[in-house]
């Protein structure tokens, strides 16, 4: 969320808060999000709709499957 900051007088005047991004962030306790180091961008651990319906694939003993 952001917020329109304005100086009035010797005061600040705040304006009407709004979302900056959608995103839907996965439910964590921890590390659900993080600016980056430039300050420019967020980082959010977020789970992408049409991730929610493919299958997940486990590999197993794959430093054998180097070999070949």
């Keep these: 969320m952001a ?4 100086q009035n007088g010797t005061g ?3 304006g009407t808060p ?3 991004f959608k995103a839907t962030a ?3 306790t921890v590390g659900t999000y993080t600016a980056s180091a430039d ?3 967020f980082v959010v651990n977020t789970v992408l ?3 929610l319906n493919e ?8 430093p054998a499957d180097l070999k070949q």
Excluded: R
């Design 39 to 41: 300050s420019k961008k």
């Design 55 to 62: 299958p997940l694939a486990l590999i197993t003993d794959w």
């Design 26 to 28: 996965m439910n964590v």
């Design 49 to 51: 709709p049409q991730s």
């Design 3 to 6: 917020v329109d900051v304005h």
């Design 12 to 14: 600040l005047q705040l």
């Design 18 to 20: 709004y979302a900056l």
